[in-house]
């Protein structure tokens, strides 16, 4: 999957240039200053890898240059955006709970990037800290695959530097990573020719029909169990996986209220494997004023043989003052 790219120019790339600069300091913004009564500082180390070699924090002569890790609660669709440290550290207060590291936003200058690491860990009770792992993010030519090991010397000592009056155990509780959705031995491209799929144009994959209208601006399905389409494909034996997630929201780190809502896949709500026909209606209602991501991939039942998520591409421009592109999104959708 391709990460998004968003770029504003002139005048507003001005405007988040000023804020890029005025985020950085000794101080990383987001970042913990002490825990919450109740709460245990969450904290783990984090490296992005890019074409072989390691990214560097700080300000760039773009702007400023930094990582955020996205982390939903589980009884929650708000998450909560936090920047590592310039020495790659992150620490985080959370009340005892189950949790799900959504993903990142790597911010470079006036560019960004988000990726999703689909993991999980839990925040036990009694831990005055809980270490959930050296996480890294290897990204090559756009593509990128995410690590966890236990490797906790560095970071407790971190840990225990930056907060040298708290005391009370440190629990480990690694972050678990998704491994696979359903049943498969192999993947094929979405574009390959076995699927019988015409990848020409914006949608590579299927075609989304129903959820109508822009797939970029959360069209509004007629019910809460809304009948799923897509332009069927010529290859022999293909069937259809559709999935649905939930949409989480968050905001950029540092709390301003000039920060946009963002949002990115949450808790998957539904996947349903080797749909025969190019439509699926749902059994059960989802949640009503919702919002939504889904897409739709190939199988081969007969080589136990599946294919990447459909996504698709946009361009937005407007001369002077905003572009906006994106490369490997999924279709969304609302409810009423």
Request: glycine share 10%; charged share 20%; with cysteine.
């Amino acid at each position: 999957m391709r990460d998004a790219i968003t770029m504003r120019l002139f005048s507003l790339a001005f405007f988040l240039l000023f804020l890029g600069g005025c985020a950085t300091g000794t101080a990383m913004k987001g970042e913990l200053e002490k825990a919450k009564a109740g709460e245990s500082v969450v904290f783990g180390h984090v490296d992005v890898i890019v074409d072989g070699k390691k990214q560097e924090w700080g300000q760039g002569w773009t702007g400023a240059v930094y990582c955020s890790l996205i982390i939903l609660p589980d009884d929650s669709t708000h998450a909560v955006s936090n920047r590592i440290s310039d020495d790659g550290m992150f620490y985080l207060s959370l009340k005892p709970g189950n949790y799900h590291l959504l993903g990142f936003r790597l911010q470079q200058g006036t560019q960004h990037r988000v990726g999703r690491i689909d993991a999980r860990f839990t925040v036990p009770d009694g831990s005055a800290a809980v270490y959930i792992g050296n996480i890294t993010i290897d990204m090559k030519r756009g593509y990128y695959r995410t690590r966890v090991v236990n490797n906790m010397l560095e970071p407790a000592k971190a840990y225990k530097s930056k907060y040298p009056g708290r005391t009370g155990t440190i629990a480990t509780s690694l972050i678990q990573l998704t491994t696979r959705i359903g049943n498969y031995s192999r993947i094929a491209g979405v574009c390959n020719s076995r699927w019988g799929v015409d990848c020409k144009g914006d949608f590579k994959g299927v075609t989304p029909v129903t959820p109508a209208g822009k797939v970029t601006n959360y069209p509004e399905t007629d019910s809460l169990t809304p009948t799923f389409s897509w332009k069927p494909v010529t290859g022999k034996g293909v069937s259809y996986d559709l999935i649905i997630f939930e949409a989480a929201t968050y905001r950029y780190p540092g709390g301003s209220g000039l920060s946009p809502e963002q949002t990115m896949k949450g808790r998957m709500v539904l996947y349903k494997e080797n749909i025969r026909n190019a439509s699926y209606k749902l059994q059960t209602a989802l949640k009503p004023k919702t919002r939504y991501f889904w897409s739709v991939r190939f199988r081969d039942q007969a080589h136990n043989l599946v294919s990447g998520w459909s996504t698709y591409s946009h361009i937005t421009f407007i001369p002077f003052i905003y572009m906006s592109s994106g490369y490997g999104a999924w279709f969304t959708f609302r409810t009423p």
